[in-house]
């Protein structure tokens, strides 16, 4: 499904890719190069024993601190100890339930590109307080490439979908583009990330 208004040309400079352009603009150089500094250091901080909690804990939030510290080899109160870190220091920012989309009714993975008109600081952010508050979106990236973002969303049917662009993607401001994909099979889906390949060992 494709809606598009009259384009209008970009204000980005033209070396720079367009998402790298926009973080800039919004954060400034300092102020991420301060932000990757801090992510290296947290990450050089966890050890082996973290590394195997966190992969624990991201297969079922729910385990016992007991039976956690036996799969990781440690004592509980070690082991509490370091989940308590974790927690702390916002690696493990919080415990959630997994619904199954298929047990609930009927639904559809729908991946929409958005094109801005210009990648203007106050396009992003109108772009984003409104996207963040719309339900029906699961995930939102500031992409590079031809498209300013992709969206997921979740919707029933294809009236749904219709209704969700017209009535709300198509009401904000400065979007210039709207093309939209369904997913016609989850060949895989996971919510846990890849720890032992992020911290390989060496």
């Not at 799969?71 to 308590?84: E, F, I, M, N, T």
Request: with cysteine; net charge negative; hydrophobic share 40%.
């Amino acid at each position: 499904m494709d809606s598009n208004h009259a384009p209008e040309t970009t204000d980005f400079t033209p070396e720079y890719p367009a998402a790298y352009t926009a973080l800039k603009h919004r954060c400034g150089m300092l102020v991420c190069e301060t932000a990757i500094m801090e992510h290296d250091m947290l990450r050089s901080a966890l050890d082996r024993a973290d590394r195997r909690i966190l992969a624990e804990l991201q297969n079922s939030g729910r385990i016992s601190n007991v039976e956690l510290a036996g799969k990781v080899g440690l004592s509980p109160s070690p082991c509490l100890a370091r989940v308590k870190q974790l927690e702390d220091k916002g690696v493990v920012s919080r415990y959630v339930a997994l619904l199954d989309p298929e047990r609930i009714g009927s639904t559809v993975s729908v991946f929409i590109q958005i094109s801005l008109t210009n990648q203007t600081e106050k396009n992003l952010e109108r772009f984003e307080k409104v996207v963040i508050e719309l339900p029906e979106v699961m995930e939102c990236y500031l992409m590079s490439g031809d498209s300013d973002y992709l969206l997921r969303v979740v919707v029933t049917d294809t009236v749904a979908l219709r209704d969700f662009i017209l009535d709300k993607l198509t009401k904000i401001e400065a979007v210039s583009s709207i093309r939209s994909s369904f997913s016609l099979k989850q060949v895989k889906y996971k919510t846990a990330l890849p720890i032992e390949q992020l911290w390989p060992e060496r």
